[in-house]
Nanobody, 130 residues
Framework: QVQLAESGGGLVQAGGSLRLSCVAS???????????VGWFRQAPGKEREFVAA????????YYSDSVKGRFTITRDNDKNTVHLQMNSLNPEDTAVYYC????????????????????WGQGTQVTVSS
C-alpha cells in the first residue's frame, strides 16, 4: 500500500507561485519508481480534475490545457517525491490539490476516471487571491 502526503499549499496573490510536494512511502511489492504520479485538483462544487502527470522515469509529462505553460511536474525517485511548480497563479487555480499514484501509465492517467486511481493523498489547499 502506497501512502502519499502532499505539502506546500497556502495562500498566494494572483501572479504568484507555489511549489507542491508529494512524498510517497510504504510501497511494498512495487517500488515508487513503478508508479506514474499525477496531480489533480478539486474546487468547491466541482469535480476533481486532472492537472498534470509524470511517468515513472520522469521522461514523459502531461498537463491539462488550463495549466500548460504555467505548471511543471517533476519527480525525484531517490527521494520518493514528486513536485508541482505552479507559476502565474490566478484565482481559478484555487482548489484542494491531490497527488495520486497508480501503476497505469501517465498517459492513461490523464483521462481515466479518478475513482479508478489506486492511491491518493489527503490533499493540500491552494488559495489564490485576486
Amino acid at each position: 500500500q502506497v501512502q502519499l502526503a502532499e505539502s506546500g499549499g497556502g495562500l498566494v496573490q494572483a501572479g504568484g507561485s507555489l511549489r507542491l510536494s508529494c512524498v510517497a512511502s510504504g510501497a511494498s511489492g512495487h517500488t515508487f519508481v513503478s508508479y506514474a504520479v499525477g496531480w489533480f485538483r478539486q474546487a468547491p462544487g466541482k469535480e476533481r480534475e486532472f492537472v498534470a502527470a509524470i511517468s515513472w522515469r520522469g521522461d514523459h509529462t502531461y498537463y491539462s490545457d488550463s495549466v500548460k505553460g504555467r505548471f511543471t511536474i517533476t519527480r525525484d525517485n531517490d527521494k520518493n517525491t514528486v513536485h508541482l511548480q505552479m507559476n502565474s497563479l490566478n484565482p481559478e487555480d484555487t482548489a484542494v490539490y491531490y497527488c495520486a499514484a497508480d501503476l497505469v501509465s501517465a498517459h492513461v492517467m490523464r483521462t481515466m476516471p479518478v475513482s479508478n486511481l489506486d492511491h491518493w493523498g489527503q490533499g493540500t489547499q491552494v488559495t489564490v487571491s485576486s
